[in-house]
């Protein structure tokens, strides 16, 4: 499992994730056969 941090209230330096992004307008998420794919940019 891989996990998508959000960086509001928190410094980037303060999150453990395997992404960090600034604001939700970064990711996207769409319905695949074998579950969901997400795709995260700056």
């Given amino acids: 499992m891989k996990t998508v941090a959000l960086a509001t ?3 980037r330096s303060q ?5 960090v992004v600034e604001n939700l307008s970064a990711v996207s998420v769409q319905a695949t ?3 969901v794919e997400i795709v995260a940019g700056e």
């Avoid at 999150?15 to 992404?19: P, R, T």
């Fill in 9 to 11: 209230t928190h410094d």
């Fill in 15 to 19: 999150l453990v994730a395997d992404i």
């Fill in 33 to 35: 056969g074998g579950g």
